[in-house]
């Protein structure tokens, strides 16, 4: 990490502070103490390496939400920020990393007229932390003429490569940064109407503002369709459902503007589904309650992109492979947690916690997995494993209940009787229903006496 204090200067001085200050962990910091720490890196944002420290502690910023003194560079990131993403996410999704940000404000400043960026400047700082309205008027003329800077860049090809150097590849998100601020009032508006992320569900009334809202701001312009409606997606959990719904609706595109728009958009899911297979690849083998949880997540995710983008073929072709993934991950929970409980059945409840832990873990992945496997076409299969377990449980009951009525000379004290049968309520109740643990222990409690 570079060290701020070799600037020079008072900045260097409250930079060198901050820094003496996060050498504790984060989490050792009260939240008075972060928060002026957090001040006194905002006010010198743009000493070098202090962008790296605001990096390092922005997951506690988004937490503790500091009241922090307003700045030009922070509204004009603003109508941007649910979309950033660290350097290293996969690209072409329309998501924006945060170098490429950082190089538009670069070029903003460099190239803005400097008397006009100077009247925001002072305007900012004779404002609070709390003057809204300011802010505000701020933000209403700096997002129009930023966006043109922009547009005029990206609008020029010399102009673009000079600009993004060996990252000319994301000439599109550019592009789409530009849009953004040019839109910036309704993607503010839009996101007034959202619930806080990640969101679940939606009413009508809600997917209706939504709509009007998209369809108000952008005229048809499919660049402009495409950025709202990617605003709204990055915020909901269940983001190809979104997508099918928001268009399904009238947003006044083209019929063949409407096809290019999903298509783009189709790429946000395809990275999402990608990260939750690469998830469950990553998952530790052995970890049955991991893999269960790793799949059902991928499973969810891909039914829901097969729906939503049918018709996109490479697509498909993609979600089959993510799919068989899925099923031979199940298959492995299924054989592995069947066999493990089958032996720990065969021991009984003489096993050691350790054990008895292990072979509830070992169920309930078989139970997680019973809530999806219809989808991959094994709902036989998990449904065979725990009817199986269940049955040998029983088995081994009856075999105690019957040598308990005949009271001959392998049946158990009463205390061992009772340990044997509240073991196979347990397991029963795990495997199987409450019905079925419950008739069990009536006969249990009946043999025993």
């Known amino acids: 990490m570079s060290d701020p204090s070799n600037t020079g200067g008072g900045g260097s001085d409250k930079a060198a502070a901050a820094m003496h200050d996060l050498e504790r962990p984060l989490e050792h910091i009260s939240e008075a103490k972060f928060r002026e720490i957090a001040r006194l890196l905002e006010e010198v944002h743009e000493q070098p390496g202090v962008q790296r420290i605001l990096d390092h502690v922005r997951p506690r ?42 190089l538009v404000w670069r070029q903003v400043v460099k190239t803005g007229d400097a008397e006009t960026r100077k009247r925001f400047e002072d305007a900012l700082r004779r404002a609070k932390a709390d003057d809204r309205a300011t802010q505000a008027a701020v933000a209403k003329e700096l997002w129009p003429w930023a966006a043109a800077i922009i547009a005029a860049v990206a609008g ?44 679940h569900g939606l009413a009508d009334e809600q997917m209706g503002q939504i709509r009007r ?17 990617l605003i709204a997606m990055v915020r909901m959990a269940k983001r190809a459902d979104f997508l099918e719904s928001i268009m399904g609706m009238t947003l006044g595109l083209a019929a063949t503007d409407k096809s290019a728009v999903y298509m783009r958009l189709s790429r946000l899911v395809m990275t999402e589904i990608s990260d939750r297979a690469r998830q469950m690849a990553e998952t ?30 490479q697509a498909r072709r993609e979600l089959s492979e993510m799919r068989k993934s ?36 070992n169920i309930l992945a078989l139970r997680k997995c019973q ?66 643990a419950d008739k069990l222990r009536r006969d249990g409690l009946k043999a025993i006496g």
């Open 156 to 199: 020029n090809q010399g102009a673009a490569k000079a600009m993004l150097g060996s990252h000319a590849g994301l000439l599109p998100e550019l592009i789409e940064v530009a849009t953004l601020l040019e839109l910036a009032p309704a993607v503010e508006r839009l996101k007034a109407e959202l619930p806080p992320r990640p969101i």
């Open 371 to 436: 809530t999806f496997a219809n989808h991959i076409g094994l709902d036989r299969a998990v449904e065979g494993a725990l009817g199986g377990i269940v049955g040998e449980v029983r088995q081994k009951a009856d075999g105690l209940f019957t040598a308990l009525r005949a009271a001959d000379s392998e049946a158990p004290p009463r205390d061992t009787a009772q340990q044997q049968m509240y073991w196979a309520v347990r397991m029963t109740e795990l495997a199987g229903n409450p019905d079925d």
């Open 61 to 102: 910023l988004a937490k503790l939400r500091p009241g922090r003194k307003p700045n030009l560079q922070r509204l004009f990131y603003q109508p941007l920020e649910d979309l950033l993403v660290p350097d290293g996410a996969p690209p072409n999704n329309g998501l924006l990393p945060r170098h490429l940000v950082a």
């Open 326 to 361: 899925a099923e031979k991950t199940v298959s492995q929970v299924v054989d592995t947690a069947k066999g493990a409980v089958t032996v720990a059945i065969a021991e009984g409840p003489g096993a050691g916690l350790e054990a008895q832990v292990e072979t509830e873990n």
């Open 284 to 313: 530790d083998r052995a970890n049955l309650v991991g893999l269960a949880d790793s799949a059902r997540s991928l499973v969810t995710g891909v039914v829901a992109a097969e729906r939503a983008l049918k018709n996109d073929p």
């Open 213 to 229: 809202i998209i369809a108000d701001s952008t005229g048809g312009d499919a660049q402009k369709v495409y950025v709202m409606v």
